[in-house]
T-cell receptor, first 112, second 115 residues
Framework: QQQVKQSPQSLIVQKGGISIINCAYE??????FPWYQQFPGKGPALLIA?????SEKKEGRFTISFNKSAKQFSLHIMDSQPGDSATYFC???????????FGAGTRLTVKP | ETGVTQSPTHLIKTRGQQVTLRCSSQ?????VSWYQQALGQGPQFIFQ???????GRGNFPPRFSGLQFPNYSSELNVNALELDDSALYLC??????????????FGNGTRLTVT
């Protein structure tokens, strides 16, 4: 059922560094691409999302880069902080459809 | 603004039993979606309820069923539990049925263990 491939599985970054997580999708009908952050014992929380009509969206330290022709999108976390240590999921869905397809997740550890 | 609440937080059941999980949607939201998250995996879509009707279903067998009530709260029922049903069950509410303008707001889930 998975139609979104996420890498890497885990990532260790020093405080202040840049964290980069990549995702690739197959279904060209997808038109909504959110990223979720999940802390242990909590549900996923929406971090940032993008539509395919733009190539980049930035919110604070978080940026999504989107490449429609390559069917790839990525999350960049600038100035990574220990508080960013969590599991990050990319996802994709078709408009007006909550059948969201999630990647397998990336466990990010930011070392102080 | 009250977020999505799920109950119970943890549950242990025996194979073959039945279970009911409950979800209260966030204030102002009319749609509830249920997801199953196996350990170390991303959530998988089970189904969505909108206006008290099932509005889309993932690749789950009929023994997974649900309800939505007039106050938009919802239940997930699983019959004939199997060991592979052990997972975190997430409820998500939204103002609409999906997409950029109706993002999902997740609860903290119910951890179901089947022995």
């Amino acid at each position: 059922q998975q139609q979104v491939k996420q890498s890497p599985q885990s990532l260790i970054v020093q405080k202040g560094g840049i964290s980069i997580i990549n995702c690739a999708y197959e279904n060209t009908a997808f038109d909504y691409f959110p990223w979720y952050q999940q802390f242990p014992g909590k549900g996923p929380a929406l971090l940032i999302a993008i539509r395919p009509d733009v190539s980049e969206k930035k919110e604070g330290r978080f940026t999504i880069s989107f490449n429609k022709s390559a069917k790839q999108f990525s999350l960049h976390i600038m100035d990574s902080q220990p508080g960013d240590s969590a599991t990050y999921f990319c996802a994709a869905s078709v408009y007006n459809n909550n059948d969201m397809r999630f990647g397998a997740g990336t466990r990010l550890t930011v070392k102080p | 603004e009250t977020g999505v609440t799920q109950s119970p937080t943890h549950l242990i059941k025996t194979r073959g039993q039945q279970v009911t999980l409950r979800c209260s949607s966030q204030s102002g939201h009319n749609t509830v979606s249920w997801y199953q998250q196996a350990l170390g995996q991303g959530p998988q879509f089970i189904f969505q309820y909108y206006r008290e009707e099932e509005n889309g279903r993932g690749n789950f067998p009929p023994r997974f069923s649900g309800l939505q009530f007039p106050n938009y709260s919802s239940e997930l029922n699983v019959n004939a539990l199997e060991l592979d049903d052990s997972a975190l069950y997430l409820c998500a509410s939204s103002k609409g049925t999906g997409g950029y303008n109706s993002p999902l707001h997740f609860g903290n889930g119910t951890r179901l263990t089947v022995t």
